[in-house]
Every structure is written in C-alpha cells, then in structure tokens.
C-alpha cells in the first residue's frame, strides 16, 4: 500500500536553529509531493511543492525541500527557524497514476516548537 | 477572496445520532475533497468530487458515511448514525482541477459522545 512516513513527531528547537524534517514514501513511480503547514488556530495551507524539475524547491517563508528520487525522500529545510515557524508539518504525495490522480496521501505531521 | 467555508465548525453529538457537515469551495474550483483527521494523524482522503460527480469514493465508508455536491458547488457529507470512532476533525478542500493546489478550509471537529 502506498503510505508517506515523517520521522518526528515533535522537534523542538531554539530559534535561529536550522531545521530538517524528513519525509520518505513508498513506491518508485511517478509522484507529485508537498509540503503543507498548519499554523497554531488556522487551517492547512501550501508550503511547497515539486511537480518535475529542479529537485530543490523554494517554498514560501524561505522554506526549502529537495526531492532525492534514489531515496523516495522530500526532506524540508529552513536554515535558521523562528518562532513563527511554530507549527505542524505535513508531507503529502500524490502517486499519481490513473484516476487517482489528485488525491493525496498524507504523512502524520510533526510537530514543531520552536523556542524565543 | 473567500476561502473554502465550512460549517459548523464544532458538533458534539451522541452516538447513534446523525450529523451534517457542510462545505461551500473557493468560486470556481471544480474539484471538492473532503478528508478525515483523526487526532495525531494526517488527513485521509474520503471522497473527491468533479463538479458534482463523485469520482472517487473508495474511502467512503458507505454504510454510514454519505456524500453529495448538487449543482457542483456546495457540498454536504452525512453520517448516520455516528460512531464513537467517527470523532474526528473532517476537512473540505477545493482546487481548479484535480492537477492544481488544494486550499483547505478550517474543518469541523466532531466528538461523538
């Protein structure tokens, strides 16, 4: 079954810290992957996304992924995180094949704390 | 411009009670997904709609669960009657076309008592 794990639950960090959290997903086909982030009382929006292409994207709010297709991964970067960037992040991957296409399957988020 | 709208955006109810939950899209987008977040989890995808055709349904649990987008637009998803495990929070998302960015609305959190 096609399935999309994030590694860590809850990261907490200090700002100015840089940032890393790893996303990795089954299946070697064609996908489509995202990143999406809920900041605390608001809902689900786009940080990111990789369709084809460049595998480094540049996300909003200097938020950066890279595809790495050897690893099936898509790992989120910041270099230095502040306290706004407090918040739970979600992987998501479209497997993208047949009428299928468009759904999404999510990972169960992390956490991020991120300390003033 | 709007956003996707959903109301209520809290229901506690009962179980074996039957409970609505609505969802009206950003104008113009096709496409309509509702999704289910079960707490510490990610969202799972219930159903998505292509104007008012259910294209994909296969999450749906039917037996209880029930779906419909009447005149591609606004869209309700029912359960009856609901149960202890149906507490959850459940989204509404709309995008162009199955191929564009999904925007999501607030969602609504059931507890089932």
């Known amino acids: 079954a096609q399935s999309v794990s994030q590694h860590n639950h809850h990261v907490i960090l200090s700002e100015a810290a840089s940032l890393e959290l790893g996303c990795n997903y089954s299946?070697?086909?064609?996908?489509?992957l995202f990143w999406y982030v809920q900041y605390p009382g608001q809902h689900l929006q786009l940080l990111l996304k990789?369709?084809?292409?460049?595998?480094l994207v540049k996300g909003i709010k200097g938020f950066e992924a890279e595809f790495i297709k050897s690893k099936f991964s898509f790992n989120l970067r910041k270099p230095s995180v502040q306290w706004s960037d407090t918040a739970e992040y979600f992987c998501?991957?479209?497997f993208g094949y047949g009428g299928s296409q468009g759904n999404l399957i999510f990972g169960k988020g992390t956490k991020l704390s991120v300390k003033p | 411009e709007a956003g996707v709208v959903q109301s209520p955006r809290y229901k506690i109810i009962e179980k074996k009670q039957p409970v609505a939950f609505w969802c009206n899209p950003i104008s113009g987008h096709n496409t309509l997904y509702w999704y289910r977040q079960n707490l510490g989890q990610g969202p799972e995808l219930l159903i998505r709609?292509?104007?008012?055709?259910?294209?994909?349904d296969s999450q749906l649990p039917k037996d209880r669960f029930s779906a419909e987008r009447l005149k591609g637009v606004d869209s309700t998803l029912k359960i009856q009657p609901a149960e202890l495990g149906d507490s959850a929070v459940y989204l509404c998302?709309?995008?162009?076309?199955?191929?564009?960015?999904?925007?999501f609305g607030p969602g609504t959190r059931l507890t089932v008592l």
């Open positions: 299946y070697g086909g064609t996908v489509n």
């Open positions: 990789y369709f084809s292409g460049d595998p």
């Open positions: 998501a991957v479209d």
């Open positions: 998302a709309s995008s162009l076309d199955r191929w564009s960015e999904q925007f």
């Open positions: 709609y292509e104007n008012e055709e259910a294209v994909d």
